[in-house]
């Protein structure tokens, strides 16, 4: 069985969405210097876990990731430019919530998607004279894979 990998799978996911052109370089936890381009970065998530009675450590079934999403583009005092940056991810955005309703989500290693969702609004994380790295931030909501290795030995008592 090929192995899935759900950062490559998340920004082939994105890469369907109409507002994002697939002629442009779209990166993984890297961005180059000219616009436009786009990049997927991990961030760092808590692990939802609990203590059952016998007082053992357990993984929540309902798990979450974070990824920001950020794109390099053109940017300057001109406003209309601005908008458009903005604009953009208006459309990304307004795409994800379309894939919830039709529960259209890519395939992750951990587990099954629940739900994608944007956890922050677009806003400029860095620019300089002539280009600007806009971003938001996405929640992946998926519900875990259960554990084999516990419920084979647990099988086998």
Known sequence: MAEINTTENLRL????CPAISTIDRFNVDFMGRGP????LYSSPTTMDSGIDVLGNVFLRPIQELNYIFQALFHYSKDIPQNL???EFFTDVINWIYQQNVT???PQIEEGTVLSIMPTLSPYVYD?????????????????RKPDVERMKINAQK
């Open 103 to 105: 529960k259209n989500f």
């Open 127 to 143: 620019a300089d004279s002539d280009s600007g790295r806009y971003q938001i931030q996405l929640k992946i909501r998926y519900r």
């Open 84 to 86: 458009n940056n903005l």
């Open 36 to 39: 436009v381009e786009y990049a």
């Open 13 to 16: 996911w994105l890469r369907t």
